[in-house]
């Protein structure tokens, strides 16, 4: 079993929309929660990283974490063509160096 | 203008020989990182380096060799020995390898290597 679940989608969805993207883990000992996205043969890039159980907002995106189900979330409201993108959560524990990845989810919002 | 580079883009390679990545920052960053991603199955880590002339073995090290004689440059060889070596290869730095750190990792633009 790996140590994080992505489903990797693909998802498709139209111009507007909500997305929810999700991750679950089986490591107690991660601390640390970041999403990245990555457009189509491009590197990754930061778009949030979480500490603690809850939200953290930032304009269209919402990182929810649940510690005690081992569960995080990433929400993108009004969501644009722009955001079409493979999305990695990525998760670390108290050790040097060592992000864990989810397998991402390819995303695609249509106009 | 601070950042990651990476070259070539895109590598060809036959089979046997031995390729080197480069990955160059200037951002400062005392950590450094090498990755690989394939299709559905988001990205390994293959070495990483905390600091200059050390570097620790990630998931996935064999077949791959580094170094790290700078702070700037940490170079990735992909070997013979590595059986599957064709994929896109990522390199990160970080600024801040403490343990109590998010450890936010800088990503570069990849390199595409293929085997002939």
Redesign the interface.
Known sequence: QKE?E?D?GPLSVPEGAIVSLNCTYSNSAFQ?F?W?RQYS??????LM?T?SSGNKEDGRFTAQVDKSSKYISLFIRDSQPSDSATY?C?M?G??????T????TILTVHP | DGG?T?SPKYLFRKEGQNVTLSCEQNLNHD?M?WYRQDP??????IY?S?IVNDF?KGDIAEGYSVSREKKESFPLTVTSAQKNPTA?Y?C?S?DD?T????????????T?LTVL
């Open positions: 994080v992505q990797p640390y970041m990245y043969r491009k590197g990754p890039e930061l990283y500490y990695l990525a670390k108290t050790s040097y160096g060592k992000l990845f989810g397998q991402g | 990651i990476q950590a990182y559905g199955q988001g990205l390994r880590l990483y905390q620790q896109f990522l990160a970080s390898i343990p109590q750190s998010t450890d936010t990792q800088y990503f570069g633009p990849g595409r």
